[in-house]
Structures are given as structure tokens and as C-alpha cells.
């Protein structure tokens, strides 16, 4: 079993930064996917970017460039660097994990709010 926390979210002017933090217990992130997800109410969760075990990544369109994933696997911490944010980026922001197995599991979620 894996537990996920997000942190890091928050209200921030449009042109500013954010840093999220999924932290994990239970086990070892070296051997998941670790990505972030996001979903505005009355629409679906959708990806944001991953991370694999090798560390190669991977980012939807619509935030390459602007936003970083990364890990610590010292601290079982992955972190999303988010830069130059849009109001569309308002968000809830979800941190996921999966490996081989049908292992996945999904963190509570933090708020982003970008205002214009």
C-alpha cells in the first residue's frame, strides 16, 4: 500500500510560480510512474505530466515548458515546478503512482487557484 500527499497548492496571481509536493509512504517511488493529474469541477481529470522509474518524462501539451515534474527518491517526494501559470491552470491537482501489477493509487488532491 501506497499513501500520497499533496501540498504546495495555493492561490497565486497568473505569470507566478508554484511548487507542488506529493510526498509517499508505504513504499519506494523508485519503481512507480509518478504523475500529476488535475480536474476542474464538471469536467474530467486529466494528465499533467510523469515521471518513470528511469526518470525520463513526459508532459501534456498545454504545460510543456512551463511546468517540471521531478523526484527525491531520498524523501519518496515528487515535486511539480509550475511557472508562468495561466488561470486555466486552476485546478485541483492530483498526485498519481502505478507500477506493473495493477498497483495505482491517488493522493487527496490540492487546490491551485490562479487569478487574472
Known amino acids: 500500500q501506497v499513501q500520497l500527499v499533496e501540498s504546495g497548492g495555493g492561490l497565486v496571481q497568473a505569470g507566478g510560480s508554484l511548487r507542488l509536493s506529493c510526498a509517499a509512504s508505504?513504499?519506494?517511488?523508485?519503481?512507480?510512474?509518478m504523475a500529476w493529474h488535475r480536474q476542474v469541477p464538471g469536467k474530467e481529470r486529466e494528465f499533467v505530466a510523469l515521471?518513470?522509474?528511469?526518470?525520463?518524462?513526459n508532459y501534456a501539451d498545454s504545460v510543456k515548458g512551463r511546468f517540471t515534474i521531478s523526484r527525491d527518491i531520498a524523501v519518496n517526494t515528487v515535486y511539480l515546478q509550475m511557472n508562468s501559470l495561466k488561470p486555466e491552470d486552476t485546478a485541483v491537482y492530483y498526485c498519481?503512482?502505478?507500477?506493473?501489477?495493477?498497483?495505482?493509487?491517488w493522493g487527496q488532491g490540492t487546490q491551485v487557484t490562479v487569478s487574472s
Open positions: 498519481h503512482a502505478a507500477r506493473t501489477g495493477g498497483y495505482k493509487y
Open positions: 515521471i518513470t522509474s528511469d526518470g525520463s518524462t
Open positions: 508505504g513504499r519506494t517511488l523508485s519503481t512507480f510512474i
